[in-house]
Each structure stands twice: as C-alpha cells, then as structure tokens.
C-alpha cells in the first residue's frame, strides 16, 4: 500500500518541466522537482517510474524520496521546492544602552595590569558593573564590529 500518492496538475507538472530545464536553481530545489515528476501517477504522467528506478538515476535515497513526497502531499509544491521559513524568534540581549556602555567602556583606560582592553575582559567587567546579567566575548566582539570601534587604534580618537 503507498503511504503517499503524487498526483500533479498540468500547470504544475508544465511549472516543475521548466524548473528543471531552464535556468539557475539550488540543486535540491532541482532534485525534488525530478523526484515530484518521476512519482506523478496523475493523469499528464506518461511513465511512472519506481522508487527504486529514481533513486538509482538520481544518486539518492529511498528515505529522500519518501521525505519529498510526503512534503508534497501535507505541505504542498511551493514548501516542497523552497522549504519552510524558520520560525524561531530571537531575544535580542543587548540594547542601545548597554551597547553605549560597552563602547564607552572599551574606550577608556584598561585595568591596572592591562596593556589593553580583550573582549573577554570587556564581557566579565560589564557584568560586574551591573550592565547586564550575562553576556559572551563574542557579543562584545559583534557589537564592537558593528559600532566599528577600534579601541587599541591610537588614531581613532
């Protein structure tokens, strides 16, 4: 018994013809559109080709193929060829203050015993200040990027 049956539309199978033939793609927006045309049982299908025939034609894997044709059958031809938009949101930590802070801060005088101001040193002092509760050398170093500050730079001011 097939778990999922692809069954394209004219237009679609017109739509995923010229995907494949024309132009510049990402190529697995390419290998599912191949595997979508060789599973079609719809009408406008010529030869319906096995799962084992497609897979061996294409160099992939039978799980590839299931994964492709139960995508189409929940989600759809557009989330099949393009996938889905992530959805996870996030937090973002620092705001403009505590960005003000941290530059104000790389820009003074370091530590006594300091030559200069690290990023992990500038990360555990503002923490100590009481900026913020927590934050990692590698967010001090993008927002640092980002201001396009140079605090061992003489000539920058």
């Known amino acids: 018994m097939k778990k999922y049956i692809v069954t394209l539309a004219k237009e679609e199978r017109e739509a995923l013809d010229v995907l ?6 990402k190529s697995q927006k390419i ?5 979508l045309l060789g599973c079609d049982e719809g009408g406008y299908q010529v030869k319906r080709l096995t799962n084992e025939v497609i897979a061996s ?3 992939i894997s039978m799980r590839k193929i299931d ?5 189409f059958v929940e989600e ?3 989330v099949t060829l393009n996938g889905k938009k992530g959805s996870r949101i996030y937090a973002k930590k620092a705001d403009g203050d505590f960005e003000a ?6 820009c003074s005088e370091p530590p ?16 100590e200040l009481g900026y913020i509760d927590s934050v990692s050398h590698e967010t001090v170093r993008r927002i640092l990027k980002k201001m396009k500050s140079s605090p061992g730079n003489e000539k920058d001011g």
Request: proline share 0%; glycine share 6%; no cysteine.
């Open 76 to 78: 759809g031809l557009e």
């Open 101 to 106: 802070h941290l530059v104000a801060l790389s």
């Open 57 to 59: 034609a294409l160099n």
């Open 31 to 35: 290998l599912n559109a191949l595997i």
């Open 20 to 25: 494949t033939s024309k132009g510049k793609h």
């Open 112 to 127: 006594v015993g300091f030559a200069r101001w690290s990023l992990r040193l500038l990360a555990d002092n503002v923490v």
């Open 67 to 71: 994964r492709v044709k139960k995508r």
